[in-house]
């Protein structure tokens, strides 16, 4: 009765720990890490292309606070930064200079 109880116990965790072993070694044959890092950071070096295009000061750029509405200049580096530590972060999006904020 005790073997199987541990039996119950230490099986699951064996089939875990195969599966995470698994995972990272199929993820680094099919070097998918390496991928998803350069994918971020080709999307944030086109959002800063896009930007930069788009603001009036190629060194600030006017965020949004997407619940008060609320805009505030930052440095281009700043937001590039922030982005890149934080790539699914939902609560600013950039805007234009020029656009009126809006409250919901």
Known sequence: MDHEIIWLIVAPAILI???FIFRELTNWYWKINERISIQHKTNF???KILM?????DIDEITIEDI???Q??????????EFKTKN???????TVKDDTPSEKK
Do not use: C, N
């Open 17 to 19: 720990i195969l599966f």
């Open 52 to 56: 930069q295009l788009g603001a009036a």
């Open 45 to 47: 070096l086109l959002e």
């Open 71 to 80: 805009k505030k200049k930052v440095k281009m580096d700043t937001w590039v």
């Open 87 to 93: 790539p699914d972060a939902k609560g600013y999006r």
């Open 67 to 69: 619940k008060t509405g």
